[in-house]
């Protein structure tokens, strides 16, 4: 029997459990604190209100009609040291319906449906501790299409077992992860004007049997990541926007190595699931730490857009191509830093491309073909001048080259380049050819100077 209890003129704490065992909320300000186990479910209309769950104290409900804490008024806030329960296989354990809701969570909050759900308004910020726990079996955290400015900070574990850990799915949202989010399908999924920082752990709950799902899927934006982000489909799935990978950052995808999937996808059209889809774009990915996939980034087969690419840490393609873009890409470019190592080949589309060799670099650019595809397609070796070529070689179609300068070797494979440029000098294949040929020396010499240590110094820059 379900009993309703007026405490204010804007309040209520409705009640699903016996009378014996029900408890009611002390009302304080505008708002309710909680102090014992069981005590009856809230429903509060108060602007400013305040709802704060003590330790050891619990609110509950049975029935996925009634919410055990549902907050409507503006500026909301409920602190959650103890319990808050939907103990129900459907419904919702916390819900917000006006301008501003903020959930700060020491303790537990669950649900067999939805644990944080903002219905209407806009503003949800949640803060969960560390230490703390927000679950549930379907989507754990959820804004609407019309919910805008959604702030999540998580020091704590934030898990859904069928379900998206969180799922905002409008305009402007922003994560904090400094602990660990894992869910049954794409574990966040966002919208555009998204903002990602992530120092902790992003992953399914169950990798081994959980197939097909993102660690994180947006439209738009930004992720900075210092931390694990991995899925079993794409590590993330992007639309347009930046990804920056930090030393410390990993990007994973555990896909089948035969797969195209990546532990960067880059999708084709921008679809932030309000407005008309558009074409996506320019993409920027900034790597310092590890990106590992079947390819380490790719490309959807229509994909058009540009694509910018700065390598100083490791790109690991398990499959033949640690970059793999679209066959109709647009202009895209690939910077190669000190420190970058690339295992792969590399496969650009139709623009055209470049790929800049920094000076501080050693050692293979790839492990495989660099293949600028369609266009007119540029290496740019900056600070390597022409008497810094070791070897070039030219057979049906396959720029094999090396330079060295002050002890560095660099070396590459190209196919599909139309222009080199060393130090500022642009050359055609044919004419870098001809100019890397060696000429004929006088008898005695290459003695001469092999006694004087001078091949080492032709090897280097005067």
């Excluded at 994973?252 to 797969?259: E, G, K, M, R, V």
């Excluded at 407005?275 to 774009?281: A, L, V």
């Excluded at 295992?343 to 050693?362: E, H, K, P, T």
């Amino acid at each position: 029997m379900r009993r309703y209890t007026l405490l204010t003129t804007t309040a209520l704490a409705l009640c699903a459990a016996a009378p014996a065992l029900a408890a009611t909320c002390t009302p304080v300000g505008a708002g309710f604190t909680c102090t014992v186990l069981g005590s009856d479910p809230i429903l509060s209309t108060a602007n400013g209100a305040t709802v704060t769950v003590q330790s050891g104290a619990s609110v509950v409900s049975i029935d996925d009609k009634v919410t055990p804490v549902a907050m409507q008024g503006d500026n909301a806030t409920v602190l959650n040291d103890g319990l808050i329960e939907q103990a129900d296989t459907a419904g919702f354990a916390i819900t917000g319906e006006g301008t501003g809701l903020k959930v700060v969570n020491a303790g537990q909050i669950k649900s067999g449906g939805r644990s944080i759900v903002m219905l209407s308004g806009s503003g949800l910020e949640v803060i969960n501790q560390a230490g703390a726990t927000i679950e549930s079996r379907q989507q754990t955290i959820r804004a609407e299409e019309n919910i805008t400015n959604t702030r999540v900070e998580n020091w704590g574990t934030i898990s859904a077992t069928d379900g998206r850990a969180l799922q905002l799915r409008a305009e402007g949202s922003t994560v904090i992860n400094h602990g660990l989010l894992t869910g049954g399908e794409e574990v966040v999924e966002a919208r555009g004007g998204f903002h990602l920082e992530n120092y902790g752990t992003i992953k399914l709950n169950d990798e081994a049997n959980i197939v097909d799902e993102d660690g994180v899927q947006f439209a738009g934006g930004t992720v900075l990541n210092a931390g694990m982000i991995r899925g079993t489909d794409d590590g993330i799935d992007m639309d347009e926007g930046t990804v920056t990978n930090t030393a410390t950052g990993r990007i994973i995808s555990l896909a089948p190595d035969a797969n195209d999937n990546s532990g960067i996808d880059i999708d084709e059209v921008y679809e932030d699931g309000v407005n008309p889809n558009r074409q996506n774009g320019t993409v920027k990915i900034v790597n310092a730490g590890l990106i590992e996939g079947p390819s380490a980034i790719g490309a959807d087969d229509a994909a058009t857009n540009s694509v910018e690419i700065e390598n100083a840490g490791t790109l690991r393609g398990r499959g033949d191509l640690a970059i793999r873009l679209a066959p109709v890409q647009g202009d895209s470019k690939l910077t190669v830093l000190a420190g970058s190592e690339i295992f792969g080949g590399i496969r650009f589309g139709s623009g055209n491309d470049q790929v800049i060799v920094d000076a501080l670099f050693g050692g293979a650019i790839a492990d495989g073909v660099i293949d600028g595809g369609l266009g007119l397609n540029t290496a740019l070796f900056a600070g390597f001048q022409l008497d810094d070529l070791l070897s070039f070689s030219l057979k049906d179609g396959l720029v094999s080259l090396a330079f060295l300068d002050d002890e560095r070797e660099v070396s590459g494979l190209f196919r599909n380049f139309t222009y080199w440029e060393l130090d500022g000098t642009r050359y055609s294949t044919e004419a870098l050819a001809s100019a890397a040929t060696p000429v004929p020396l006088p008898a005695g010499l290459p003695l001469l100077l092999a006694g004087l240590g001078g091949l080492a110094l032709l090897r280097r820059r005067a």
